[in-house]
């Protein structure tokens, strides 16, 4: 049958690896030729512009990845839905398979295209491959989603995860390929600006790097539950970036810290614990996507929270200039990286929510422009967590005071030296990459005197008290 000899479409989006793709394995079981394709469409096109230029690197890896295989990366640009109906007709190709999305943008845009190929006579298929369960497949015993995150840790951790599928060796090309866009021509890195070349020092894409990343990370897992929250510890796994992108699976990840489990290394139910807590903000943003926009606890709507982005004080924290050292290392770091250590994220996005009143959309939409390890679920909770309109089982308003803080998971100040170079008499190269890699606008110089505290803490933190007790009397 003519169907059995042609090509299939793998639609590539956030899963730029060969390793553990269901999608592709079945692809490549079927004895077909395969060709691999991104579309840079809507959603892809208003990525912030960290995220956008490090997809242009995954990308480039995936390129070279698939080169080793006998294949190749077809670039189109476009709306997605009609991209697809081009290619179809040029390649003759009768199916079109993928990896599953999970944010409700994705999960319309791709139930359309699945109906609309259908309707043609071309099989659209979508594949697991960004989750280690299925939202759907995790439940209370009542049946409703899980609203907590512990409950859902106890009924998942002893829970079998399907093994990583092979990798491929060879891919078998089409008889002829489409063409192709040069992904220089995208210029998905320009709203990085001079940024790019400071950040790009600290960035190793592809899958590769991911799974030496992952090597790396399993040599020093005994110690992460005590490392991980130490800012001046190169304690956490360094993974989430990768994850992001689809460069590595976490069922590659949670397989391969279960063998060092098994070799008798302690400790790694610490780090499962948080891959898994990952997991939770998918089931979440699944199930209840409003946690993308909204208060996914909406009491919290009559919470009076600023949203002027133009405020000084907003500006200071945007521009890493609180007076607060350990706030303003975090924020400096990940201009410099495209990273900041999620110990750091919670006390900078506590300190904008709490102590300045800042809605907590104004710190999600600036790391979104950010973050080279961007994540639309990860970024939505880990914000609404720490704001407290998240889901939380906490029974206490959560104010981090960044000066305890400080004290006790950067004691020695090596991680504010690291970042923040006023004050120094010979700051490291890493305190002056900040200034080589903001705005020129901004005007600031490594000269430039330290600043005093934009707000005072005691009075930023009874203030967030007041209006937390306030809106519960409404």
Known sequence: MENEQSPIIIWYRRDLRLSDHPALNAAVQSGRSVIPVYILDNLAQTLGAAPKWRLSLGL?????????VGSRLILRQGNAIEVLQQLVRETGASAVYWTRAYDPDSIERDSSIKTTLKDQGVEAKSFSGHLLFEPWTVATKSGQPFRVFTPMWRAVQHRDVDPPVPTPNRLIAPPAWPKSDDIGSWAMGAAMNRGAGVVAQHVRAGEEAAFDVLEAFVGRVSDYSNDRDRLDYNGTSALAEYLSLGEISPRSIWHRVRISEMNGVSGTGAYLRQLVWREFAYHLMFHTPHLLGDNWKPEWDAFPWRFDEDNPKVI?????????????????????????????RMIVASYLTKHLMTHWKVGLRWFE????????ASNAMGWQWVAGSGPDASLFFRIFNPVTQQEKFDPSSAYVRKWVAEGQT??????????EAIPRAWGLEPTDN?????????????QALAAYEHRKTQ
């Open 426 to 435: 010979a700051p490291p190269d890493t305190a002056l990459a900040y200034f």
């Open 450 to 462: 330290y600043p005093a505290p934009i707000v005072s803490l005691s009075e930023g933190r009874a």
């Open 60 to 68: 480039e890896a995936l390129q070279q990845r698939l080169t080793q």
């Open 316 to 344: 200071a924290w945007k521009t890493a200039r609180t007076g607060i050292p350990v706030v303003d290392a975090g924020l400096r770091e990940m201009y410099v990286t495209g990273r900041m250590h999620n110990r750091a």
């Open 369 to 376: 422009d950010c973050l080279v390890d961007w994540d639309p």
